[in-house]
T-cell receptor
């Protein structure tokens, strides 16, 4: 069974550009969450989608957005990139919308560098 | 691989020793706690979880202890192996939703 797949794994952008990251959850998983990981702030929750609806949102500016498609695949977009957006962006999927089964499965992340 | 965090607290242990990693959580309403292991260049990997109606749970070579009075969580790893070297994060959640609040992490270094 394939795990959570994130693309691209690495990308470099310049300030002011925008970026779209993609996440394919484990087959059958309907919940997809996104996290930002930086050395300074650690792992921070961005948002969570379940059945194409955003259910939870973290404390990030509106430049960060996401969506989920009917096949549960998800994308996140960051517009008007800033240097501080350089981070590892992690996607996690779970079979249900709640932590009933007790496990989120993480992908290996997309590492974004903003120059 | 990329470093997860450059200035994390580090726990150094000898191979074969037991390791204890501690975590203070922030929200007294949190009712679900998870420990994750993250190796360089990889995403976090689930180790063990515990719900707030328990104070101890055991897995294979790992035990999680929960003290709700002082909002403290610990992960015990028995007979630590070189493959256990990684950064360990505790995470908390409330209300059953997939919104985790992660701790800062602890780097575990296992020496032969």
């Amino acid at each position: 069974k394939a795990g959570v797949t994130q693309t691209p794994r690495y990308l470099i952008k310049t300030r002011g550009q925008q970026v779209t990251l993609s996440c394919s959850p484990i087959s059958g998983h309907r919940s997809v969450s996104w996290y930002q990981q930086t050395p300074g702030q650690g792992l921070q929750f961005l948002f969570e989608y379940f059945s194409e609806t955003q259910r939870n949102k973290g404390n990030f500016p509106g430049r960060f957005s996401g969506r989920q498609f009917s096949n549960s695949r998800s994308e996140m977009n960051v517009s008007t990139l800033e240097l501080g957006d350089s981070a590892l962006y992690l996607c996690a999927s779970s079979i249900q919308g709640r932590l009933n089964t007790g496990e989120l499965f993480f992908g290996e992340g997309s590492r974004l560098t903003v120059l | 691989g990329e470093s997860v965090g450059l200035h994390l607290p580090t726990l150094s242990v000898q191979e074969g020793d037991n390791s204890i990693i501690n975590c203070a959580y922030s929200n007294s309403a949190s009712d679900y706690f998870i420990w994750y292991k993250q190796e360089s260049g990889k995403g976090p990997q689930f180790i063990i979880d515990i719900r707030s109606n328990m104070d101890k749970r055991q897995g294979q070579r790992v035990t999680v202890l929960l003290n709700k009075t002082v909002k403290h969580l610990s992960l015990q790893i028995a007979a630590t192996q070189p493959g256990d070297s990684a950064v360990y994060f505790c995470a908390e959640a409330s209300g059953g939703y997939n919104k985790l609040i992660f701790g800062a992490g602890t780097r575990l270094a296992v020496h032969p």
